[in-house]
C-alpha cells in the first residue's frame, strides 16, 4: 500500500489496516502476477474508503471486492 499512500496521509496503525485489506483483496482475487494498474486500482479503492472515515479491513476489502462482483 505504501506507494500508492501520500506520505503523512494516514497513521501508522491505519496504514497497518489498509495493508491488510489490500492483502486480502489480492488474495480473494487471485491476484499473481497482475500487471501495476490493477494493484494500484484496489490501493485507491482501499484510500478512498479509508478517507471516508473506514478502518476495517475487512469492510475495507469488501467495498473493492463489491466492485468486481458481476451484477445478476
Known amino acids: 500500500m505504501t506507494p ?3 506520505p503523512g496521509a ?16 489480492c488474495a480473494q482475487l487471485h491476484d499473481t502476477g497482475q500487471p501495476l494498474i490493477v494493484r494500484e ?6 484510500i478512498e474508503a479509508a478517507k471516508r472515515g473506514e478502518r476495517d479491513p ?12 458481476p451484477r445478476r
Do not use: H
Request: no cysteine; aromatic share 10%; proline share 3%.
Open 4 to 6: 500508492f499512500v501520500e
Open 10 to 25: 494516514f497513521d501508522p496503525e491505519t496504514m497497518r489496516l489498509l495493508g491488510q485489506a489490500f492483502e486480502s483483496v
Open 41 to 46: 486500482v484496489i490501493a485507491k479503492r482501499i
Open 58 to 69: 475487512d469492510r475495507l476489502a469488501a467495498a473493492v471486492l463489491d466492485a468486481y462482483t
